[in-house]
């Protein structure tokens, strides 16, 4: 275990941030603490009109944004106060669950805590379904502690969340990989599964995908596609690969989840990818932390 704990406390591709160590300074440590930062600095577009903002389509471009360091960067040249100060809503980076996980895992491995992001979906935003989300998982030094970085004090009160949203129980949020399981054994409907206009058990294809990657700490965009799982189209070897590497996501097998992922071609993130979901349509774009 320490191995693995040691892998989760040092950044990835998209988490480094010690170009910016000079501008962190005050950065708390706790994984709360740090996630009350990060929702100071971030904006979900879903979100927005409940804090009385109004995103524009220039602003929506911050979407795009993959690296920890980018979005530190954007927020500064927003407000260019200390990265501590909350800001007000209109001035933050616009970021969906999947910015406000990686940042706050980046900032929680600058600290040296073991922690990654999650993929998957959570039951707490809509009655009755699953829907496309990303955590945190923490280690305190027994157990991967689960925390939603996305959700302010606003948040829970409109979704109604009691649970504390950074310890979830078991079951509110389920990575993919755990989710395609439930669904092949009958535990759950596939077509609960899904964000928009997009639900079916095909959704939790590519979440599976991402979670792989993001458990190998290279957080991808949620519409970032690529290789056998990722493209939105028949998976190479049917249900059964698929049933293969969702076991291997939630099975705590550190060693097999790095090496199936680092000998793969058809897993591993390549350095050019399908973004589904940009202001052109679905793009080939380079990605620089990769190369």
């Known amino acids: 275990m320490s191995d693995e704990i040691d892998f989760y406390a040092e950044p990835g591709p998209m988490t480094g941030l010690a170009e ?15 996630a009350a930062v990060v929702q100071g600095l971030v904006v979900h577009p879903f979100w927005a009109a409940s804090y009385d903002v109004e995103v524009t389509p220039e602003r929506e471009g911050e979407l795009q944004t993959r690296a920890a360091s980018g979005m530190l960067e954007r927020i500064l040249e927003i407000d260019g106060r200390p990265l501590t100060e909350p800001r007000e809503p209109r001035s933050r980076f616009v970021g969906n669950c999947r910015h406000f996980s990686t940042l706050t895992v ?26 496309d989300h990303w955590v945190v998982e923490h280690w305190d030094g027994s157990r991967w502690v689960m925390l939603d970085a996305q959700l302010d004090e606003l948040q829970r009160r409109v979704v109604g969340l009691t649970a504390d949203s950074t310890d979830l129980p078991p079951g509110m949020f389920l990575p993919a990989g755990d989710a395609w399981r439930r669904c092949r054994a009958g535990q759950e409907n596939g077509d609960s599964f899904g964000i928009l206009d997009m639900w079916g058990q095909w959704f939790i294809v ?86």
């Not at 910016?20 to 740090?34: F, H, I, K, N, T």
């Not at 980046?106 to 829907?131: D, I, M, N, Q």
């Not at 690529?226 to 249900?239: E, S």
Request: charged letters at 25%.
């Open 20 to 34: 910016l160590d000079d501008l962190l300074a005050g950065m708390p440590s706790d994984p709360a603490a740090v």
């Open 106 to 131: 980046a900032l929680l491995r600058r600290a040296h805590v073991p922690s990654r992001a999650r993929c998957g979906f959570a039951g707490y935003f809509e009655t009755g379904k699953w829907v």
């Open 206 to 291: 590519g979440n599976i995908a991402r979670d792989l990657a993001a458990l190998n700490k290279v957080e991808m965009l949620p519409w970032d596609g690529w290789g056998d799982l990722g493209r939105m189209g028949d998976t190479p070897g049917g249900d059964a690969y698929v049933d293969e590497v969702a076991a291997l996501t939630v099975s705590n097998d550190h060693p097999a989840i790095r090496q199936r992922y680092e000998t793969s071609d058809g897993l591993r993130v390549p350095a050019r990818v399908t973004a589904f979901y940009t202001p052109a349509g679905p793009t080939e774009v380079d990605i620089p932390e990769l190369l």
